[in-house]
């Protein structure tokens, strides 16, 4: 049965109101008073927002960011400044002509990335809250790599906090840099960051896995041929030859085989995970392998950045696709397999040149 909502009926003069209507009353009051985040920073109201950290303090005169309410349909506890997915539906327990709708969140799944909300409070299981979903507000982050070079955020699946990427919808203002007890952070560590929907114009892209096979985030994903279409969607799979000469890059987290995902699309700077260690300018392409990465050394890609290895031990570089095309030196089967090719430097006598073009998508 669907949980009664607090505050969505009318009431009239003369109506008697119960005393868990007036404890509901006075526990909104009381979050509206006094926010406690994590890492020792407090948010409270005196004249106005003042965020709290230590002895400092810094007074906004309104909240930057625009809420709304939304009721938690997923089967996980939403704690606060979490990351949420966007329901398909507006939840609401009366007719809709008789009472005002609500948003459905859930934990992010791999299809919410570019497209998320952060709680502006702990909301458990089929309970109603406030989420943000524009302007400026509190986030959880995560980081694989330190720097200001991954400078935006995104949703990853499973996941309550941000990840930070070169990718994502929101831009980190600013970041806790230390722990409580003024500790370096790990990169892993999860911290309270000031992010910013900025309106960046990251194009993504609704995917089906048609395959037979799952895909991890960061991975190429190639189309599956036919109409392009599956379940309204685009219709991909993994590569199945190496040096693809057409794919896109799967962000959000792994998309099992027959779940729904999104892609990036365009010539990026997109983050991609690869097979190996590599080293900048270097040209890269997809691998068939398990799992199918990207791959040094082969078609179409070249590497923008290498940012190392992250602590679950995977090799992860920041890639671009490659608009000139490759010459090959001719070798005994350049289609069958473009990673065995040798690419041809410029102070070559480029004679016997094969140019390697394989299928745009996988049959």
């Given at each position: 049965m669907r949980p009664q909502l607090p505050g969505t009926g009318i009431i009239h003069k003369g109506d008697p109101i119960g005393a868990k209507f007036l404890s509901d009353i006075s526990a909104r009051a009381d979050l509206a008073a006094s926010m406690v985040g994590i890492n020792g920073v407090a948010v409270r109201v005196e004249r106005g927002r003042i965020v709290v950290s230590g002895e400092r303090g810094l007074q906004m005169p309104s909240e930057p960011g625009a809420f709304i309410?939304?009721?938690?349909?997923?089967?996980?506890?939403?704690?606060?400044?979490?990351?949420?997915?966007?329901?398909?539906?507006?939840?609401?327990?009366?007719?809709?002509?008789?009472?005002?709708?609500?948003?459905?969140?859930?934990?992010?799944?791999a299809y919410d990335a570019g497209s998320f909300a952060i709680t502006l409070e702990a909301i458990k299981q089929d309970n109603a809250g406030l989420a943000w979903f524009s302007g400026v507000c509190l986030a959880r982050l995560v980081r694989q790599f330190n720097g200001p070079l991954l400078g935006r955020a995104d949703s990853i699946a499973g996941e309550q906090a941000l990840r930070a990427s070169i990718n994502g919808p929101v831009r980190i203002l600013w970041e806790e840099t230390t722990d409580p007890d003024g500790g370096a952070l790990d990169p892993e560590e999860e911290h309270l960051a000031v992010i910013h929907w900025d309106g960046r114009g990251d194009t993504y892209m609704d995917w089906h896995n048609s395959g037979g096979a799952s895909v991890d985030h960061g991975c190429p994903v190639v189309s599956s041929g036919g109409t392009g279409i599956s379940t309204s969607r685009l219709g991909m799979t993994r590569p199945s030859t190496d040096g693809a000469f057409f794919c896109m890059v799967n962000v959000g987290g792994t998309v099992a085989a027959g779940d729904n995902g999104k892609v990036i699309t365009g010539i990026g700077p997109i983050m991609?995970?690869?097979?190996?260690?590599?080293?900048?300018?270097?040209?890269?392409?997809?691998?068939?392998?398990?799992?199918?990465?990207?791959?040094?050394?082969?078609?179409?890609?070249?590497?923008?950045?290498?940012?190392?290895?992250?602590?679950?031990?995977?090799?992860?570089?920041?890639?671009?696709?490659?608009?000139?095309?490759?010459?090959?030196?001719?070798?005994?089967?350049?289609?069958?397999?473009?990673?065995?090719?040798?690419?041809?430097t410029e102070d070559e006598v480029l004679s016997g040149v094969t140019l390697n073009l394989p299928v745009p998508w996988e049959a």
């Open positions: 309410r939304v009721i938690n349909t997923g089967t996980t506890d939403l704690g606060v400044y979490a990351a949420v997915g966007l329901g398909d539906n507006f939840y609401t327990n009366r007719p809709r002509s008789l009472t005002s709708r609500i948003l459905e969140v859930h934990e992010p799944e991609a995970r690869l097979n190996g260690a590599t080293s900048a300018m270097r040209s890269c392409g997809t691998l068939a392998s398990t799992p199918a990465t990207f791959c040094a050394d082969s078609l179409f890609w070249r590497t923008l950045a290498y940012l190392g290895q992250n602590v679950a031990s995977e090799y992860w570089a920041i890639i671009q696709r490659d608009t000139t095309p490759t010459l090959l030196k001719a070798t005994s089967d350049v289609v069958a397999d473009a990673i065995d090719c040798e690419v041809a």
